[in-house]
């Protein structure tokens, strides 16, 4: 199960780092399937500028000379490579990216949640700002909310999503007005 997962990861990563272009600022958001989307960029060794609150993502994108990273700064979350806080909630609010890449612990038709608020803080954060954002979730996000709510369904441009996630959620976001995209295994 963990392997099909990680297979249905790298194609939403796949597909979301494929659509970047150059020059670009994007954020990358710490999340498993957004680190995707890095491993995906930095095998296109494009130049963009790359904001993220992602230690390892910041390390891995730091192999490229082409890819300039900023991380944002403040604490890591115990048990990952995560950073909130102070002073990346300052450094993020005088950020206008071209692109935000976001995970989220689930999507519902109200939009991406969260289950620990200072993750969430952050979250907010990047999606306001950046002029475009997409969530990246595989299927099994889809569907119950978490505790805390990151935006709304009118603050996101696009899901990036696996194919087999659920045709009733899916037509539900297209009716609210999002861009869907459904991806298969590992191809963009």
């Known amino acids: 199960t963990r392997a099909l997962l990680g297979g249905r990861r790298e194609g939403i990563g796949n597909a979301a780092a494929a659509r970047i272009e150059p020059y670009q600022s ?4 710490s999340s ?7 491993r995906a960029v930095l095998e296109r060794d494009i130049p963009i500028t790359a904001i993220t609150n ?3 993502i910041a390390q891995m ?11 944002i700064g403040g ?9 909130f806080g102070s002073p990346g909630e ?29 993750i969430t803080r952050i979250k907010q954060l990047m999606a306001g700002a950046a002029r475009c954002v997409r969530v990246l979730a595989d299927h099994t996000k889809l569907g119950d909310a978490s505790t805390f709510r990151i935006c709304g369904i009118d603050d996101i441009d696009e899901l990036i999503t696996d ?11 297209r009716e609210r007005g999002l ?3 459904l991806v298969s295994g590992s191809v963009a």
């Open 179 to 181: 861009t869907v995209t």
């Open 54 to 56: 992602d230690i390892l």
């Open 163 to 173: 194919r087999k996630a659920d045709p009733l959620i899916c037509t539900g976001l």
């Open 90 to 118: 300052e450094f993020l609010a005088g950020v206008k990216a071209d692109l935000a890449l976001i995970g989220a612990h689930a999507v519902t038709l109200d939009g991406p949640s969260e289950v620990a608020i200072e």
């Open 32 to 38: 498993s399937t957004v680190r995707e989307a890095a």
């Open 61 to 71: 994108l730091a192999n490229s000379s082409a890819i300039t990273v900023l991380t």
């Open 26 to 29: 994007v954020i990358f958001d």
């Open 75 to 83: 604490r890591v979350r115990t048990g990952s490579m995560t950073l």
